[in-house]
């Protein structure tokens, strides 16, 4: 993960996209390999926590209550496990 160029800073791509949706800003926790066939990115965000798919453009907010080590286990498996996500709507245009 690039930290700087992706997360480092206010004007860094994920700091502007959190904006956008009307999120605090983004401390990154995860992210998946391109070895696993997958983009998607947790972080939090407040005191939440969010999956990010920088491919299709989309958020979704974890709403099932757990800690964070049973929430990275719960995305392990398929279709998230026992993880409960809402999408977040966008409040303006990102880019």
């Not at 983009?39 to 939090?44: A, G």
């Not at 929430?71 to 498996?77: D, H, Q």
Request: hydrophobic residues 35%.
């Amino acid at each position: 993960m690039n930290y700087d160029y992706t997360w480092g800073d206010n004007d860094s791509d994920i700091q502007v996209m959190v904006k956008e949706y009307g999120l605090k800003p983004a401390q990154p926790i995860m992210c998946s390999t391109p070895e696993s066939g997958n983009c998607m990115s947790i972080f939090q965000s407040g005191s939440k926590h969010y999956l990010w798919n920088p491919i299709e453009g989309a958020v979704w907010e974890i709403v099932t209550s757990m800690d964070l080590v049973d929430i990275i286990t719960e995305i392990g498996k398929p279709r998230f496990g026992s993880l409960k996500i809402t999408p977040i709507r966008q409040m303006s245009t990102y880019g």
